[in-house]
């Protein structure tokens, strides 16, 4: 029988798109329930007014998630506390799809386009946290520059750092550049400062929407704080 441990480990790789960090982390499952061959999952996010695109995307990867378990034949996914709910319930567990549930929305990216642009955002983050790591440990930029991910101690940052490539469809083979652009293109010696720079802004970015996020949860529902995850 399905237990709620695989069903959670399951939803631990939904991640919210914005912060990078699993909703079983950020603390968005207020409710779980497994019987038999079903399951059901309650969410709920910082605010009421969180972006339906996002908000969207959570509960059909949720969805996606507890139907990717085995034993698991039925499930459903709701959204409370959000002013956009009844359209994200009806739309993700009656399988309308964003457009149909939003028709006024279909000018703004669709959701596979706006997946991709916050995966680029990960992936960069990722990657100046694999290098701020490395440099500590007294590699130079020119030492990354000319590194290759065989190269790269074994650690939970690297792990991280080669899911996000995978999942915008960039190499990950041993001989493969360690820098890396989004699109792929090794990024030259003589630009590694200004690459780590910028991909420093975005990873602080991520963590401070992240850390605001958490102090909104928490004051919403009465729910301990919780310190930054680095799942």
């Known amino acids: 029988m399905t237990g709620r441990a695989e069903v959670l480990d399951a939803l631990s790789g939904v991640r919210d798109p914005e912060l ?7 603390d968005f499952i207020s409710e779980l329930e497994v019987e038999g061959g079903s399951a059901f999952v309650r969410l709920r996010l910082p605010t009421y007014f ?14 996606e998630a507890l139907l990717s378990v085995p034993g698991i034949e039925s499930a459903s996914v709701v959204l409370d506390d ?7 319930n009806v739309g993700v567990n009656e399988g309308l799809g ?3 549930a939003f028709p006024e929305e279909t000018e ?3 959701l596979e386009e706006l997946r ?14 694999l290098c701020r790591e490395l440099l500590a440990q007294d590699y130079t930029p020119e030492d990354l520059a000319r590194m290759s991910l065989g190269d790269v101690p074994t650690s939970d940052l690297r792990r ?5 490539r995978s999942e915008l469809g960039l190499e990950v083979s041993g001989t493969a550049p360690l820098l890396v652009d989004p699109d792929g293109r090794r990024v030259p010696e003589e ?18 929407n992240a850390e605001l996020c958490r102090g909104l949860l928490a004051t919403r529902y009465g729910v301990p704080f919780r310190e930054e995850s680095t799942a």
């Open 20 to 26: 990078d960090e699993p909703i079983t982390d950020l």
């Open 160 to 164: 991280k750092y080669l899911e996000r």
């Open 98 to 100: 964003f457009d149909n």
């Open 50 to 63: 969180c972006a339906p695109n996002f908000a969207y995307l959570m509960v059909a990867d949720a969805k």
């Open 116 to 129: 991709t642009v916050f995966r680029r955002k990960s992936f960069v983050a990722r990657q100046e946290q």
């Open 108 to 110: 703004s990216p669709d």
């Open 191 to 208: 630009a590694v400062v200004q690459h780590l720079r910028f991909a420093r802004t975005v990873r602080v970015s991520i963590e401070g």
């Open 82 to 88: 959000h002013y956009a709910s009844g359209e994200i």
